[in-house]
């Protein structure tokens, strides 16, 4: 895995963070001055209803857009003082991704579809395959490699975006409501088997979720409620 520079440092820190956008002749406030650190190895609930400015919030930590307000420190750098190649390569560096749909690339099977973040970071082929492989296996889906997404269940799917997300070891997982598409019993066990994965990766992540349940089976809880965040459930 990733280290940060400084061990005990956070991998992630946000300082007045904030988000606006113009609707209707409208001024809407998405986030309004958001401070959250997040350390190496921690996994953190992102709390809140729909609409509430999580996958906003993601997108900042992420370095998905721009826009923002305020200070986004990733693995010791400042990256609102980067240029967009370096946000690309701090992003492809340190960070991987769980959303609510898989996205997984229809005409690639599950191991290709692990490889590929690996090969674009220009790890050779067969230790990409070796690592896919051991990530699926954990995933419970070792019987399932040369499998197309078309030939696997909505549960599998999302466990093939779990192994791609943390193929390339990232500091910190990003995930938006990754079991959102799922039903109870199947979000249960994949969440299960992601935070399973994630602490023996040694990675931290951040969580978006709209279930109190899901959420406090994490290390943390912090809440979004109309820009704010707060902590605890």
């Keep these: 895995m990733n280290s940060p520079l400084n061990p005990d440092a956070p991998i992630v820190s946000l300082k007045g963070l904030k988000r606006s956008f113009e609707q209707g002749g409208q001024r809407i406030e998405v986030l309004r001055g958001i401070d959250l650190d997040i350390m190496p ?11 509430s400015g999580k996958s906003t919030m993601l997108q900042a930590v ?18 609102e003082d980067l240029a967009g ?6 992003r492809r560096d340190h960070l991987g991704f769980v959303y609510q749909f ?5 005409d690639f099977n599950a191991r290709e579809n692990v490889v590929m973040p690996q090969m674009i970071l220009g ?7 070796e690592r896919a492989d051991s990530l699926l296996a954990s995933l419970g889906l070792g019987e399932r490699l040369t499998h197309r997404p078309s030939q696997l269940s909505g549960g599998e799917q999302q466990r093939v975006a779990v ?13 938006d409501e990754p079991t959102g598409n ?17 602490r023996g990766e040694g990675s931290a992540a951040l969580v978006a979720t709209h279930n109190e349940r899901l959420a ?18």
């Design 123 to 129: 790890t050779p082929r067969a230790e990409c395959e």
């Design 41 to 51: 190895g921690e996994i953190v609930a992102l709390l809140g209803p729909s609409g």
């Design 85 to 90: 190649d370096e946000r690309t390569r701090l």
């Design 216 to 233: 406090r089976r994490m290390d943390r809880v912090v809440r979004l409620h109309d820009g704010v965040l707060t902590h605890g459930l």
């Design 163 to 175: 192994a791609r997300a943390l193929a390339n070891r990232p500091m910190l997982v990003l995930a």
């Design 182 to 198: 799922l039903d109870e019993h199947t979000a249960d066990k994949v969440l299960e088997q992601f935070l399973a994965l994630v």
């Design 62 to 79: 992420g370095l998905l857009e721009g826009g923002f307000e305020g200070s986004i420190s990733l693995a010791g750098e400042c990256a």
């Design 102 to 106: 898989h996205h997984l690339l229809p």
